[in-house]
């Protein structure tokens, strides 16, 4: 599904005051449809809120397109903020289709919670313990000890942003892989991470939990004292960013590799 104005469009906006404001100029400038009713969407906010936006739209089953424009702080993900020329700029935006990695993750106490991340799923000491974390790919363990303050792992999408803090490489959007990612680590002292082909499962088992607690982050969403998180790309998922042709996404992560 890509964009067109003549698509029936919803307007939803962050409870921020720029992305408030922003509302009340658009909607005095075009015509919207309830959510229910849209075929694309039009999101006002930044990137926290483009995500946020993006699991509702996985947890109502609508996976309709969406344009974003800033009204945040710093809106990687999001199309310039201007009013004019809106229906010119979804006619001709460039569609950009991301699919989210799932989160199965198995508490100590035996519950099982499955979650969506869009950017990464990331695992994370809870005291002042350091995390023991046991790594496997597709049932083979290539790790028996990782010693660190946490792992995650990127979508590339997400390769940008907590990923790339923590030293992990930036991908493209086209490359059909993950990022594993170390975050601190102790032991082994030279792994710094791996790329993992995208059609494989990557299993994350604490190691003495009840010593060494570990949380699991899926984008926003937490799971405390995990046992254990299977991540792998979900493709039935898959969602739709558009972005204007001259700042599309692809060329975005690609110039982020030279950025000083």
Partial sequence: MTANADKPTALLASPAEAA????????????????????????????????????????????????????????????????????????R??????????????????????????????????????????????????????????????????????????????LPLGANLVALTPISPFRPRRWRGALIPDDLKILLKVLDPAKRPVSAVADQLEVREVASVEVCIDRSQALTLLFDPEHALDERIAMEQFAA
């Fill in 93 to 170: 935006a460039k569609a950009f289709s991301v699919a989210p990695l799932r989160m199965e993750a198995v508490t100590v106490a035996g519950e099982r919670l499955v979650y969506p991340a869009i950017n990464e799923v990331s695992l994370l000491r809870e005291t002042r313990q350091t995390a023991w974390i046991e790594v496997s790919v597709n049932g083979r363990v290539v790790l028996p000890e990782l010693v660190c303050d946490g792992v995650l792992v990127a979508t590339p999408a997400g390769s940008t942003a907590y990923n790339l803090s923590a030293q992990g490489p930036i």
């Fill in 20 to 91: 408030q404001a922003a509302e009340v100029l658009l909607r005095d400038a075009y015509d919207f449809v309830p959510l229910e009713n849209a075929e694309q969407i039009v999101a006002l906010g930044g990137d926290g809120f483009l995500l946020q936006t993006l699991h509702e739209m996985l947890q109502r089953g609508k996976l309709a397109p969406i344009f974003g424009m800033n009204r945040g702080t710093v809106g990687f993900l999001m199309n310039d903020w201007r009013i004019e020329g809106l229906r010119d700029r979804l006619n």
